[in-house]
């Protein structure tokens, strides 16, 4: 029985007969030595009596830079049942685990992995996965672990009927993960939305019926010293009476009172310190060690000089209470895991290298293990152990640990000089910037392998690593990027090649630069050196030079590689290949093409918290939903990126979901918000010669004031980012002004400009990019081309095939097609493309664009009737609760509370429902919710009683 623990154990026991059930999953938590370890121990005992199978597992500090080392000790008995996995699943796990090569898997495939493993051991038997010391597992096994757990708890997982398939789960209904951690220490393991029960200190009476119990012999004085030290601690209150031996146990000369975690380690130090000096040696090797194989530390046990017992030596630390040999794994276990952090504590650093040396050899057929330990036994520079370390970074960074390459990596630039320091430091800066957005350490680590460099430039990955500081910083500082990035590629040997990683990278990042400035002469020192490389450009380098630099011009002919590079995303696992590919279909618009594997690096890069690449898949989903016209959705995704990007301070990220926000609230006509967003812009982007900030900024403003009718403010946004009879090279953003510019320059009266500017744009041969820059180019000929052409230009650009796929486009298309045919007096035809030209404005919540096609209707005779607002049978089922929600009082805050709705959603639903009802305010809203809503009949209509 454990003292004071009843609630306790019975809200474990409970959870341990649900889970063999239903499954699901709890976190224990509370302080070091406050009984998480003992409440495990209870639920595994419950569990055995209920015929249910357990697997059990702890994180252990040495292997927590060896990846998947905790994954690997969880599902170790569970691995007879790996061959019946579907082929994807069953790859991706051995691959982790190093069971096989392949290509490195994602996170959320190996979670897809396990958790089919665990279903399919689910249906044959209850199974409940116990995981102590969570802060200690690695990171490739915590952020899994994390993802699969929360699946258990939302009673989500993969289907063992079919094969591992994701989706709701029949065996893992019978699957159940309880872990423990303590309340003050970090970790990897995400165990967000789990419930957790927090274990507290014993209360005063339980804790002196315990010390009773267990140390009947204390006095009453000795004993109240101990309850006031221990303070409900019942490690403490169990081992600090050990170390009162004779008449310590009659006085009050108990310890110095030190911090609990210290005083912990202090008493097992004591137990530990009675043991024989072989004991010890061998309790050295099993936490160096940490998989507690017993054949492993009988190999190691004569090359640590344990004796000829070997490991029969362990039996003194197993009658101490300090281990114990699991009888279903036969591995030795740590009874507390503040024994091995006192085990190793007490050891010399010479008896720690030579144990290191030992399990080394040992480990041999194991290329991690056997570098790590050779590693830790080192201490002069050693470039064997050295390059050992490096290939093992590498591995793991092929299996999608970044984290635990850039550990190696580090650990293999202590090992260096020099240039090979250098190099390992700049590279694992590089991963952190790159990979994990983590970029706090990238300063000091440029700093460390400039040093090591004897002070020069640094190598190219430092180059790489430094840019993306610059860049995702609060810097953004393109210019310094630019130098830095120029400057170490023309340090490389020439002719550059190809095939160098590290080149490559560079060159994708150049271009970045180059993107975001868009400045012509920039581009230059990209060009002279893609030219370098040997034997040519990797496809993907050509794509996105060929669709980001200058597209009006280039994108073309890229056209065919492009629509083949996307047609492979469903099975492209590398990330960084899907945000490249994302960001070259951008100006050919093809996001929509991207968007499912996009949702895939979102989510993957949640689960894995890689911010970088979390934040550039929600500005291209961003940037997909403003063309597709989803603009709630748009505003979710820049509401979470601007968040995050606020939180890591990417400024240069955070202006891009700026740009798509204030693009929306043109288009709404929320001048004052459309104001702020691209004065937020310009403020940021103009000392840093940001372009494309600066274009954007244009780009809303442009917009706003067409919408608007200001037309002479339009033409000047409009041409300030592409001079009138020309699209301006190395410009992008010119390809989303087009129609713009030419609508701007035809209703002030600038025909001549108008017509340049279209013949540009028809001469250029963009339309051949996309049906959205096809539909445009033939709308601006038809604005610019007197009758009969005009009409059939608006014709062809309505004619557009998926042209609809833009619906602002296509309607801005209509309305102008509406007023065309309104003037030349075809005002029949004229009132049903105004008519569908105001339903989709309507829909998009685009007021002004709505009140011009109104107007315009009008104008053509169409009863006043056909432009009154619908009631409330034009709203949809969100916008109609949106709607009585805030009739009924409720705050933006609180609606979206109620709905699971940002509160700028519901802002947004409250503005286009607005207009629907013919009203202006909430105040209003009542008496429009409770007035009957009335049909208009066509004139034209057959009428029927």
């Not at 639920?43 to 690997?72: K, M, P």
């Not at 790859?91 to 495939?109: D, K, Q, R, Y």
């Not at 933006?892 to 802002?907: A, C, D, F, Y």
Request: hydrophobic share 40%; proline share 5%.
């Amino acid at each position: 029985m454990l003292t004071g623990r009843a609630d306790d154990l019975e809200l474990i026991r409970e959870f341990v007969d649900r889970a063999r059930l239903s499954g699901g999953a709890l976190l224990l938590s509370g302080d070091a030595g406050v009984g998480k370890t003992e409440l495990l121990d209870a639920a595994a005992v419950h569990a055995h009596a209920a015929n249910t199978r357990v697997a059990r597992a702890a994180g252990v500090e040495f292997e927590s830079a060896v990846g998947y080392a905790g994954l690997h000790q969880t599902l170790h008995p569970l691995l007879d049942g790996l061959h019946a996995l579907h082929t994807p699943y069953r790859s991706a796990l051995s691959v982790a685990l190093g069971l096989e090569h392949g290509a490195p898997p994602h996170h959320l495939m190996v979670s897809n992995a396990v958790s089919a493993l665990l279903a399919q051991a689910g249906t044959r038997r209850p199974l409940l996965l116990i995981v102590d010391d969570l802060p200690r597992l690695d990171r490739a096994s915590a952020l899994v672990m994390g993802l699969v757990a929360r699946r258990l708890r939302a009673g989500t997982g993969a289907d063992a009927d079919s094969g591992g398939a994701a989706g709701p789960g029949t065996g893992t209904g019978r699957v159940g993960f309880l872990g423990a951690y303590r309340s003050d220490e970090g970790g990897f393991f995400d165990g967000g939305g789990i419930t957790t029960h927090h274990l507290r200190p014993l209360d005063p009476a339980a804790a002196e019926e315990l010390v009773k119990d267990r140390f009947p012999t204390l006095t009453p004085r000795v004993r109240t010293r101990l309850l006031s030290e221990a303070q409900g601690n019942p490690l403490a209150l169990l081992e600090l009476p050990i170390a009162l031996t004779g008449t310590r146990r009659t006085t009050t000369a108990i310890p110095e009172v030190l911090p609990l975690g210290r005083r912990l380690q202090t008493l097992f130090a004591a137990r530990i310190e009675a043991l024989p000096p072989t004991t010890r040696l061998l309790l050295l090797c099993a936490v160096l060690d940490g998989t507690g194989d017993l054949h492993t530390l009988q190999a190691a046990a004569t090359h640590i000089g344990a004796g000829p017992a070997g490991i029969e030596e362990l039996a003194h630390a197993e009658r101490a209470g300090l281990v114990h040999v699991d009888d279903t794994t036969g591995r030795l276990t740590f009874r507390h895991p503040l024994t091995r952090s006192a085990v190793v504590e007490l050891s010399t650093s010479d008896q720690r290298r030579r144990t290191h040396r030992a399990l080394a050899d040992h480990t041999a057929d194991r290329p991690e293990r056997h570098a790590w330990h050779l590693a830790q036994a080192t201490v002069e520079p050693d470039e064997h152990v050295a390059t050992l370390l490096e290939q093992t970074a590498h591995a793991v960074l092929r299996r999608g640990d970044a984290d635990g390459a850039i550990a190696a990596l580090l650990r293999a630039a202590d090992l260096s000089r020099g240039r090979q320091r250098s190099r390992r430091i700049s590279e694992a800066a590089y991963l952190g910037a790159d990979l994990t957005g983590d970029l706090r350490d990238v300063p000091r680590l440029l700093e460390d392998a400039r040093r090591a460099d004897g002070g020069r430039a640094g190598p190219l990955a430092a180059a790489v690593a430094a840019a993306h500081h610059l860049l995702l910083s609060g810097e953004g500082d393109l210019d310094t990027a630019h130098r830095l990035l120029t400057g170490a590629i023309d340090m490389q040997h020439q002719p550059y090649d190809a095939t160098d990683t590290t080149m490559i990278d560079a060159l994708h990042t150049l271009a970045w630069v180059c993107h975001g400035a868009q400045r012509p002469e920039l581009w230059k020192p990209l060009d002279r050196a893609t030219a370098l490389l040997t034997p040519h450009i990797p496809d993907r380098l050509a794509l996105t030079l060929a669709t980001i630099a200058d597209p009006a011009r280039t994108a073309p002919a890229a056209l065919a590689l492009l629509d083949e590079t996307i047609a492979t995303l469903d099975r492209e696992t590398d990330p960084v290949h899907i945000i490249r590919t994302a960001m070259a279909a951008m100006y050919a618009d093809r996001l929509a093409d991207c968007r499912t594997a996009l949702r895939r690096v979102l989510r993957d890069g949640r689960d894995t918290s890689a911010i970088t690449l979390e934040l550039q898949g929600l500005v291209f989903l961003s940037r997909d939903c403003f063309a597709a016209g989803d603009w709630d959705q748009l505003d979710e995704h820049t509401e979470q990126g601007r968040r995050l990007s606020a939180t890591h301070n990417y400024q240069l990220l955070t202006t891009d979901y700026t740009y798509q926000r204030a693009l929306v609230a043109a288009a709404r006509g929320d001048t004052a918000a459309t104001r702020a967003l691209t004065d937020e812009m310009t403020l940021w982007a103009a000392p840093r010669r940001v372009g494309f900030a600066l274009s954007g900024a244009s780009h809303a403003k442009t917009l706003a004031a067409l919408g608007q009718g200001r037309y002479e403010e339009a033409y000047r946004h409009a041409s300030a980012v592409s001079p009138a009879g020309e699209l301006a090279p190395h410009v992008p953003t010119a390809l989303f002004l087009v129609m713009d510019l030419v609508e701007a320059a035809v209703r002030t009266g600038r025909h001549g400009e108008a017509a340049a500017h279209a013949t540009a744009a028809h001469e250029a041969g963009i339309a051949a990019i996309s049906p959205r820059l096809r539909m445009i180019v033939e709308a601006s000929a038809a604005l610019t081309t007197p009758e009969p052409h005009a009409r059939e230009h608006f014709r062809r650009a309505l004619s557009t095939p998926t042209a609809d796929r833009w619906p602002f486009d296509h309607a801005r298309v209509r309305l102008a097609y509406g007023e065309h045919l309104r003037r030349t007096r075809a005002t029949t035809e004229a009132r049903t493309h105004l008519t569908d030209a105001l339903d989709t404005f309507q829909r998009l919540g685009a007021r002004p664009w709505a009140a011009r096609a109104a107007t315009e209707l009008r104008a053509t005779g169409e009863p006043a009737a056909h432009t009154h607002n619908a009631g409330t049978a034009s709203l949809t089922p969100q916008q109609r609760e949106i709607a009585h929600l805030a009739a009924a009082g409720l705050t933006n805050k609180q609606i979206g509370e109620r709905l699971h709705l940002s509160p700028r959603t519901v802002s947004t639903h409250l503005h286009q429902l607005f207009p629907k009802l013919g009203i202006t305010s909430r105040a209003a809203l009542r008496d429009a919710l409770a007035t009957p809503t009335h049909h208009t009949p066509d004139d034209n209509a057959t009428v029927k009683p």
